[in-house]
């Protein structure tokens, strides 16, 4: 069964940084399409990056400061989030999918989802 728990996330100044974790259970990282994603409150749960064993894939909305990476010893997806802003306040989400290659960003492509983590940051 896999299994994935999302940990880092806290409330931060903007231009700040923080990195959040995802770490795994059930299947290798290194072998997996893992994504995350963020839902900001009375909006809709949107993709921000993903990465499987081909690459890595950034939704046009994400910006520079977004940058997803793995530990594979660790089995651990990483989100670090450089220079922060007030609209990037959400949960953050960590999900997989069952093709192991990340097709595309769509929240309806992925069947496995950690509890998130929240991420505030304040002007």
């Known amino acids: 069964q896999v299994q994935l728990l999302e940990s880092g996330g806290d409330s931060v100044q903007a231009g700040g940084s923080l990195k959040l974790s995802c770490t795994a259970s059930?299947?290798?990282?290194?072998?997996?399409?893992l994504a995350w994603f963020r839902q900001a409150p009375g909006k809709e749960r949107e993709g921000v990056a993903s990465?499987?064993?081909?690459?890595?894939t950034y939704a046009d909305s994400a910006k520079a400061g977004f940058i997803i990476s793995r530990n594979n010893d660790k089995n651990t997806l990483y989100l670090r989030i450089d220079s922060p802003e007030p609209e990037d306040t959400a949960i953050y989400y960590c999900?997989?999918?069952?093709?192991?290659?990340?097709?595309?960003?769509?929240?309806?492509?992925?069947?496995?989802w950690g509890q998130g983590t929240q991420v505030t940051v304040s002007s």
């Open positions: 059930g299947l290798y990282v290194s072998a997996s399409c």
């Open positions: 999900a997989s999918n069952r093709l192991g290659v990340c097709a595309d960003l769509a929240v309806s492509t992925y069947n496995t």
């Open positions: 990465m499987d064993s081909f690459g890595t």
